[in-house]
């Protein structure tokens, strides 16, 4: 039995994120200091998105619709997104952080810099996937505007889950899990746009690369 | 509020001055800051960790630098990059706590920052210009230790009590 596209593109993304944040955090977290003083921090910030962008688009590969462009570009535009999309992201942040009242309700407040901020990580990942797969999505459009939905509920619930649910399992494994509860968000708004044009029979059938 | 604050200010101004004599006095000491080892003589003095923290708005400080002794009762990595450590304060330091501290049984909160790159969106770019983290490892849990941090009310938390940031510490020798 075929497991259709839209399933494999949620497991690959979620799986991307979560080894993706993990691996970018103790990778980057353990070797990039020296780069902190650059730019107040932004240097180290957009190596922080590269890397997690390069293992997202590494885990995405296998699911890619057919004829979704060659994956040398996939694996150069993926990274690049996400790493415009953390630097902006985590500017844009500090300031709503800065001018939200700290005496507001701890949850209102976080998510809404956490939505706002998953948003714009989805806008550059999602904008760059959009590149190459335009031509071969008919609602291609719909590509960014999911990714920017699923980043924004992503960032939400994962903070909110670590930081509301006491749940032991997740807090000892809190950066896969972050990075799992984003992934899969993305992923499963994401994949309404390939099971629609898998429902349209648009081209997205099966599982092969350009190469 | 104010009557509030200023007994706080007022107990943890008594407080500290007398844990410096007492801690110093009554404990040898092994730094695991990263620094050289902390003589007797050594008052409490901040680091640039405080530069770090994200929203700072969101912690009152009362004072720039307090020194405690406890036990670490419980760790948690978060998501903002900080370490979550409970300490179970000595007898002479629980008038550092608030009736906020109760909703973490009682315990004093202590806080290093920017531990590991957060995954929290608005402390990625503060913490990623930190060149000078605390390093080395934090204290496990059952260890009985020393700490000094800036001491803070948490307003987002209901204002219970913490160590943020945790500036050094070392274990306290029986």
């Known amino acids: 039995m075929k497991v259709p596209i839209w399933i494999g593109w949620i497991v690959a ?47 995405q590969l296998p699911a890619i619709p057919r004829g979704g462009g060659s994956w040398r570009a996939w ?10 999309g953390f630097a902006v992201a985590s500017v844009v942040g500090e300031i709503l952080g800065n001018t939200i009242d700290p005496s507001l309700n701890v949850v209102i407040a976080e998510g809404a810099i956490e939505s706002t901020s998953g948003a714009i990580v989805g806008l550059g990942i999602g904008f760059a996937q959009w590149l190459l797969l335009r031509r071969l999505l008919p609602n291609g459009r719909w590509w960014i505007v999911t990714s920017v939905v699923g980043g924004a509920l992503g960032y939400g619930a994962a903070a909110a889950v670590l930081e509301v649910l006491d749940v032991p399992l997740l807090k000892a494994n809190l950066v896969p899990s972050f990075g799992a509860i984003l992934g899969l968000l993305v992923g499963v708004s994401q994949s309404l746009v390939l099971w629609s044009s898998e429902s349209r029979g648009a081209g997205t059938r099966g599982v092969r690369l350009t190469t | 509020m104010t009557s509030r604050r200023s007994f706080v200010l007022a107990l943890s101004a008594l407080v500290s001055v007398g844990c410096g004599n007492q801690t110093l006095d009554e404990a040898t000491r092994t730094t695991r800051s990263g620094g050289p080892p902390v003589s007797a003589e050594t008052t409490c003095a901040p680091t640039d960790q405080a530069q770090y923290v994200y929203r700072p708005a969101r912690l009152q400080v009362v004072e720039p630098c307090v020194r405690v002794t406890g036990t670490v009762v419980a760790s948690s990595a978060e998501a903002d990059g900080d370490v979550h450590l409970q300490v179970r304060l000595d007898a002479p330091f629980t008038g550092l706590l608030t009736v906020g501290n109760q909703f973490e049984d009682g315990d004093l909160i202590v806080e290093p920052v920017c531990h590991f790159p957060p995954l ?22 059952g260890e009985h230790v020393w700490m000094e941090g800036r001491y803070i009310l948490d307003l987002q938390h209901h204002a219970w009590a913490e160590l943020h940031p945790l500036y050094r510490w070392g274990t306290v020798n029986p």
Not at chain 1, 35 to 45: A, D, E, H, R
């Open chain 1, 13 to 59: 993304t979620t799986v991307g994120f979560a080894l993706g944040t993990t691996l970018s955090t103790f990778l980057v977290g353990a070797t990039a200091r020296p780069l902190s003083p650059v730019l107040g921090g932004i240097i180290f910030v957009l190596l922080y998105g590269l890397v997690i962008g390069i293992v997202i688009g590494l885990a």
């Open chain 1, 75 to 84: 694996i150069l535009a993926t990274p690049l997104g996400a790493a415009a």
């Open chain 2, 120 to 141: 929290q969106a608005d402390a990625i770019r503060v913490c990623a210009s930190d060149p000078d983290p605390l390093d080395g490892a934090l204290p496990g849990v």
